[in-house]
């Protein structure tokens, strides 16, 4: 290191942090996992009960043997597979709203160059602007079924104010725009040149809101679903009778919730348009938030909304 760049002062840009999971975040994070595993729970704690009562009469494990590591090892198979699946959606779902904001600023630029700074005097382009922020609202609230009042309400005064009726729809909306492109184009305002660039910023766009759309609406296949957690809970449990037979059921019984916890884990990941907003969902509110300051600056009927960066309650 040379002495000019040891002279150099580090100085802290602007801007939020980058989220991340710090340790006073782990209380939450497994709070939100005990209660969707509520039920789990209580079966297994109902379970080592019974078998902790009627331990004298000699019940024993149901695999013996070498059994027991070989099915040990097909759970061990079978749970990293369906995790790594999991993680594999939540990724691409992430992705795929990556490319919606890329999309909506791409939009964005994209009207600025056809219909100059100034726009028309129509308002042509803020109005289609504020259709590129309904629809992915609308995206947000239809792929989960589910809003925050604060935020429906204001999705309704935006299609209000566009002059759409309450009750309006994703693919309403998309027919609104593909509308409002063919207007401007019959009436000269924009050139085929002009036309073929937006349309194309709406092909991807929409390309990415049907991939979002599979993936919400394809989820794993129920059999693979219902025998990983039976084989979870089959060894779970033999593994408990293992170590009560060696006089330490607490032991077993940890890491009987180890596995079901390891198999739930994976099941709750797959769906990343959970509608309570834990940490197991992707943070669809906030890249909203972030798409309709882009495009509708500080003005946007969303901007005073609040943001959360904390990856463990996720909006």
Not at 67 to 96: C, D, H, K, M, Y
Not at 132 to 151: D, I, K
Not at 201 to 206: C, K, P
Not at 221 to 240: E, H, N, S, T
Request: proline share 6%; glycine share 10%.
């Amino acid at each position: 290191m040379t002495a000019e760049m040891a002279a150099e002062v580090v100085v802290q840009h602007p801007g939020p942090p980058a989220p991340h999971t710090a340790r006073r975040h782990y209380p939450r994070v497994l709070g939100q996992l005990l209660v969707r595993m509520r039920f789990d729970l209580l079966v297994l704690v109902g379970v080592c009960l019974v078998s902790l009562w009627i331990k004298p009469f000699g019940l024993v494990g149901m695999t013996e043997g070498s059994a027991f590591p070989v099915l040990g090892i097909a759970v061990s198979i079978f749970l990293g597979f369906r995790n790594t699946q999991a993680i594999n959606r939540w990724w691409e779902a992430r992705g795929l709203w990556g490319s919606l904001v890329n999309q909506s600023r791409q939009w964005r630029e994209a009207l600025l160059a056809v219909l100059g700074p100034d726009g028309h005097p129509d308002g042509e382009h803020r109005r289609l602007l504020q259709v590129q922020v309904l629809l992915v609202w609308l995206a947000n609230l239809e792929l989960r079924n589910f809003g925050l009042r604060s935020h429906r309400q204001r999705v309704l005064a935006l299609a209000a104010q566009l002059g759409l009726d309450e009750d309006v729809t994703l693919l309403q909306v998309v027919w609104v725009r593909a509308a409002a492109l063919h207007h401007l184009h019959a009436q000269g305002l924009i050139s085929d040149l002009g036309r073929d660039a937006l349309l194309r910023s709406a092909e991807a766009f929409t390309t990415a809101l049907g991939g979002l759309q599979k993936i919400r609406n394809t989820p794993i296949p129920p059999a693979y679903d219902v025998f990983v957690r039976l084989i979870a809970w089959v060894f779970g449990y033999d593994l408990f009778m293992v170590f009560l037979g060696n006089g330490r059921p607490w032991l077993g019984a940890l890491l009987f919730l180890g596995f079901l916890v390891a198999e739930r884990i994976g099941a709750y990941v797959e769906g990343p348009f959970d509608r309570d907003g834990s940490s197991f969902s992707l943070p669809l509110n906030q890249i909203c938030l972030g798409i309709s300051a882009d495009l509708l600056g500080a003005d946007s009927p969303f901007a005073d909304l609040p943001e959360c960066r904390d990856p463990s309650m996720w909006t």
